[in-house]
């Protein structure tokens, strides 16, 4: 008409472009050649009256639902958007970012995954959230694939009020400790091990008080409530104590041995 509106079955529409199918079946634009080998299929489906779907191909591709979904490679979508298939994320700085805002704020997010290219044949995974205001990355999986924190020594793997479960290292792999690897934890498929490699010495503590303390020239010392009873050296060894005991539970007496002071 002279307003340029174009309608199709719709005296009585307002819209600019209206299409109706009075016969049912639903609605849809069509572009190709013909109806069998068309390229591109919109269609308001009959069966599910508020969707509208995409075919590309001869196949569906796209699905908008009634309720505000989006399907892509699936006709039945039960989230905002969802997925069958691979999904690339990039952009112009060579990163890939995905934010969660609140209320769909991307200014004001609440967390990041970002994909970050170290350079032309690597690359990491970074997960940042938010701390008092502040988008900070807190843990990330290098381009190696170590999971590594974000800033040395500031995160945490579980908390007092909230432990992670069984930790499980295979033989021979250790558990390390200390700036410089001091102190290293493992068992090599036969035995188990702690070294200590740095240079300090190893104590075994119960609470604050000292139950071994082995020294970096070979001393050891055992100790009962804090106190020494017995060291050993390069030449023997030194007991600390006004009596030594020994039970033997094979006879019917105890033999005792006693050391004067």
Known sequence: NNVGQVKITAP????????????GGGQGLIFGVNTTNHTTYWKNNSSSFY????IVGGAERVRFTGEGSVGIGTTNPTTALEVKGDITVHNTNNQGDIFFGEHGEVSDSKALIRMDQISGTSGELQFHT????????????????HFI????GSYN?????????????????KAYFGNEQDLAIYHNGSHSFIDEV?????????????????????????????TAKLSTSSTGITVTASEITHTNTANAGDASLYMTE
Request: with cysteine.
């Open 12 to 23: 009585n529409s307002g819209d600019m472009l209206n299409l109706q199918n009075s016969t």
């Open 130 to 145: 938010e701390g008092s205001g502040t988008l900070s990355q807190r843990w990330k999986i290098d381009s190696s694939g």
């Open 51 to 54: 969707d509208a779907t995409f």
């Open 149 to 152: 924190p974000g800033a040395v």
């Open 198 to 226: 740095g240079t300090g010495n190893l104590y075994i503590r119960n609470g604050t008080k000292n139950s071994i303390w082995c020294q970096t020239d070979g001393q050891v010392n055992i100790y009962h409530n804090d």
């Open 157 to 173: 793997i579980g908390s007092a009020t909230a432990e992670i479960g069984d930790v499980y290292v295979a033989d021979s792999k």
